[in-house]
C-alpha cells in the first residue's frame, strides 16, 4: 500500500511525473437515481481504451454528494476493479479526498486500502480556515497518501489560495502534484510562483484543471524569478471534468503537445488555434452561460448522446442542464466535429457494456 510517494512502482510514477490525461470521473445513475453499476464499468473501460494515464474518481465530477449518499468507497472501489479487469496496462489512480480533517483522513486510508496511489485533496470544507490550518490539514493527509493540491474555482465551491499557500504547500514531503483549476491566469500563476519559491518545481507534477485553456495551459512556458535566475515551469498532463468527454481526442491532442514540447519547440498555428476551440467547446460543456449551473449534468448529456449513460442524472435533484445548453451543446458538435470521439464509442459501445 502505497502511503509516500516513494512507494509507488517507479513506472507509476513516471506515468504521473510526464504528464497524462487523467479524467475525472462522472457518476452512472439509473432514472431512480441509484448507482448504475453496469454503465459506471463502461465508462471505465472507455477511458482504459481510450489510452488514458490515470482515473480520478470521488472528485467534483463525481459528485461530492457520493459521500452523504454512502456511495464514496462504493464509486472508488469500482473504478479500480473495472480497470484492473479491463487491462493490465499501469494506470495512476486518484482519489479524491474531501471535508474536514478527519473526513479527509478516513478517505485518505481508504483510498490507500483500495490501492489508489494518490489523494487530490480538496479544501473547499475549510472555507473559513486561516493558512496554518489549510497547510496542517494538508500534511495530515499526506501522512496518510501522497497528496496532490487542488485549486478549486470560487464559482463551483473553491477558495482564494495564494502564492505564499502554495509555497508552504510545495514543501510538503509528500506532495506530488497540483491540479491548477482557478480558470484564473493571476491564480494560476501563484501556484507557479508558489512552487518555484519552495524549490519544488521537480518534485511538483503540474496538472491543468484549467477547463477554459486546457491546450494554452499545456503548451505555455511558465518563467518564474528566483535569487536573479529564471525558472521555467509547465504544466505536464490535465486532471480534467473536461476529459471526462471525448477522450479518445484527448488523449491524441495531450501526445501530440508533448511532440512539440519536448521535441523542437516550434508550435503550428493550428495547435495553437485549438485552445480557442477546446475552449469554445468547454463553454457548452460545462454551461458557462449560466454560471457553471450544469457543468456535471453538461459532461452526463455528452456521454448519454454517446449511449454511454442513460440519462443525465444527478444525486442533487437541481442539478441538471441550464437553459439553452443542451443546444449550445448541439452547436459546438456542429462546429467542431473533428474534436469529437462519437466514431470511436460507437465502435466499442457494445463490448463496454456488456
Avoid at 488514458?52 to 472528485?59: F, I, M, Q, R
Avoid at 493490465?88 to 496511489?117: C, S, W
Avoid at 499557500?165 to 491566469?185: L, M, Q, S, V
Avoid at 486546457?214 to 525558472?231: K, M, Q
Wanted: hydrophobic content about 40%.
Amino acid at each position: 500500500m502505497a502511503r509516500h510517494y516513494t512507494d509507488i512502482d517507479p513506472e507509476l510514477m513516471q506515468i504521473f511525473r510526464q504528464g497524462a490525461v487523467i479524467p475525472a470521473h462522472p457518476l452512472a445513475l439509473d432514472a431512480d437515481r441509484r448507482f448504475d453499476r453496469r454503465r459506471q464499468r463502461a465508462l471505465t473501460r472507455y477511458y482504459v481504451d481510450a489510452g488514458v494515464g490515470g482515473l480520478a474518481v470521488g472528485v467534483h465530477t463525481t459528485q461530492f454528494a457520493i459521500r452523504e449518499k454512502g456511495y464514496y468507497e462504493t464509486v472508488l472501489k469500482a473504478a479500480i476493479e473495472d480497470s484492473r479487469d479491463w487491462t493490465d496496462r499501469p494506470l495512476f489512480m486518484v482519489a479524491g479526498i474531501a471535508g474536514q480533517t478527519e473526513q479527509a483522513l478516513n478517505e485518505a486510508r481508504k483510498a490507500v486500502e483500495l490501492g489508489y496511489h494518490a489523494g487530490l485533496v480538496s479544501l473547499s470544507a475549510l472555507k473559513d480556515a486561516d493558512t496554518d490550518t489549510l497547510i496542517a490539514h494538508c500534511e495530515k493527509v499526506s501522512a496518510e497518501i501522497p497528496i496532490i493540491g487542488f485549486y478549486m474555482q470560487t464559482a463551483v465551491g473553491g477558495i482564494e489560495l495564494d502564492a505564499s499557500f502554495w509555497e508552504r504547500f510545495g514543501r510538503i514531503d509528500n506532495a506530488i502534484g497540483i491540479k491548477a483549476a482557478p480558470f484564473n491566469r493571476y491564480r494560476t500563476l501563484d501556484v507557479m510562483r508558489g512552487i518555484v519559491a519552495a524549490g519544488a518545481e521537480d518534485r511538483i507534477t503540474l496538472y491543468t484543471g484549467n477547463d477554459d485553456h486546457i491546450v494554452a495551459d499545456l503548451l505555455t512556458p511558465f518563467v518564474v524569478r528566483r535569487d536573479g535566475r529564471s525558472v521555467t515551469v509547465r504544466f505536464r498532463g490535465g486532471l480534467l471534468g473536461h476529459w471526462s468527454v471525448w477522450t479518445r481526442r484527448a488523449v491524441q491532442l495531450l501526445e501530440r503537445i508533448h511532440a512539440a514540447v519536448d521535441g523542437d519547440g516550434s508550435l503550428d498555428t493550428e495547435l495553437l488555434a485549438l485552445d480557442s476551440r477546446v475552449t469554445d467547446c468547454n463553454a457548452a460543456f460545462f454551461d458557462v452561460a449560466n454560471d457553471f449551473h450544469g457543468c456535471i449534468a453538461g459532461c452526463h448529456e455528452v456521454l448519454r448522446r454517446q449511449g454511454l449513460l442513460d440519462g443525465i442524472w444527478c444525486l442533487d435533484l437541481a442539478e441538471g442542464l441550464g437553459p439553452g445548453q443542451s443546444r449550445e451543446i448541439s452547436r459546438v458538435y456542429a462546429e467542431h466535429p473533428d474534436l469529437s470521439d462519437d466514431d470511436f464509442v460507437r465502435e466499442n459501445l457494445e463490448r463496454w457494456l456488456s
